[in-house]
């Protein structure tokens, strides 16, 4: 198979830290340093490439769909590393139409893909356990056993030049970003139904998130805890309610803010674990929140997005009406503003100043047995490229309208 540009060697210079879930520094990974692309972000993106991804069942004779449960990692320039429920990883083109390379993981892929900046490589972590760093020819760097099912996205910590994963059981595991070696692996607190839970095994399902410290910031249960880049911990916040949203770091204030199921925003020091104060949003919170420029932008299952204002501790905002879609995450488009996905199905825009509303992508293409919704996180790259898959086996690229279309029409 054809393969993509070569990837820059290590610059060694550190990354910077990416402060939530689907941070653009842990989604998107450029090939080189550019000017950003002069694109219309505040106009509905289009469709422009899609791709039905299907594993043949050789015993029933049919096609049957593969679940794109995984957020990629965008290549701007290039494509995107995308990993899918039968276990395969593969880089696309920019348009879908051509597999660079696939590789078998063995097992299936729910977490989002992260990317290593620093060595322009990508790590993909499977429900059997296995993590597997890959260069942007599809080659095997490193491979480690984290031996617990992994379904939250791993963090990706810089400072300490460090990979953290929280696996399904209560553990949470450390692994050298360059080598793969494990550095440390701990028992994180259980549910507090864990003797008889049906489900309490399946924690933690929140993603870590990283400090410009090295440190990391681990949501399970009804806890928080902080990190030393060795394991040990650090500090321990018990909230008294689960918690299924990532944390997000406030790296410019020093805090971490953390939201419950039972619709509460907390806010507490990253450095003791001491609470600062709360917001109450209302409703029940799953999906994760992004921070963007004093604000911290988060959602209820009751179909609300509220923007909270951090240094006042209140809400600044709200966009009724514009729920999240259970589990996913909000982040953050080149030009600070936000995008998202409702709970129709569809990717959201909304301006970050004061939640007004941008955009609505739409996925109705006139196929037969199409369902347009759709079920991961958007990744958006600064070439004006948005990638976003479903449970369906549909992966589709959405373009940004450039300016100088609008030049060429004036």
């Known amino acids: 198979m054809k393969q993509p540009v070569s990837a820059v060697p290590d610059t060694g210079r550190q990354p910077a830290t990416p402060a939530s879930r689907h941070d653009p520094l842990k989604t998107v990974l450029p ?41 990629p990692v965008a290549v701007p320039g290039a494509g995107a590393v995308v990993g ?80 953290v994963v929280a696996g399904f059981g209560s553990r949470c595991l450390g692994f050298d970003l360059a080598t793969g070696k494990r550095r440390f692996a701990r028992e994180l607190p259980a549910p507090w139904h864990a003797e008889d839970g049906s489900a309490a095994h399946r924690d933690p399902y929140a993603s870590p998130a990283a400090t410009t410290t090295g440190s990391t910031v681990v949501a399970c249960a009804e806890h928080v805890l902080a990190l030393a880049p060795d394991g040990s911990e650090r500090w321990r916040h018990e909230l008294g309610h689960s918690v299924r949203s990532s944390p997000v770091v406030l790296h410019d204030r020093g805090e971490v803010a953390v939201c419950s199921v039972d619709g509460r925003c907390l806010f507490l020091d990253l450095d003791t674990g001491k609470p600062l104060g709360q917001v109450d949003l209302g409703g029940k919170v799953i999906a994760s929140p992004v921070a963007a420029g004093g604000l911290l932008v988060a959602g209820t299952q009751h179909g609300r997005t509220v923007g909270i204002d951090v240094a006042r501790r209140a809400v600044a905002w709200g966009a009724p009406g514009y729920g999240p879609r259970e589990y996913t995450s909000y982040t953050l488009l080149p030009d600070g503003n936000l995008t998202f996905l409702s709970a129709r199905g569809n990717a959201v825009g909304l301006r970050r100043e004061d939640g007004h509303f941008l955009w609505e992508t739409s996925q109705v293409l006139g196929l037969a047995d199409h369902d347009p919704a759709l079920d991961t996180t958007p990744v958006v790259a600064g070439d004006g490229s948005m990638y976003c898959g479903s449970y369906t086996g549909m992966l589709y690229h959405f373009r940004f309208r450039p300016e100088e279309n609008d030049k060429e029409r004036s």
């Open 31 to 71: 090939l080189r340093e550019e000017a950003p692309a002069a694109i219309r972000w505040d106009t509905e993106p289009a469709v422009c490439g899609y791709t039905r991804l299907l594993h043949h069942n050789e015993r029933l004779g049919t096609d049957i769909p593969v679940p794109v449960s995984a957020s």
């Open 84 to 163: 899918t429920y039968d276990g395969l990883v593969r880089f696309h083109n920019r348009a879908l139409s051509r597999t660079y390379w696939q590789t078998a993981l063995g097992a299936p892929v729910y977490a989002s893909l992260v990317a290593d900046r620093r060595r322009q490589r990508v790590v993909a972590a499977t429900t059997a356990g296995r993590i597997v760093c890959l260069d942007l020819r599809g080659r095997t760097v490193w491979q480690a056993e984290a031996e617990t099912p992994v379904y939250a996205t791993p963090a990706v910590v810089p400072a300490a030049d460090l990979l």
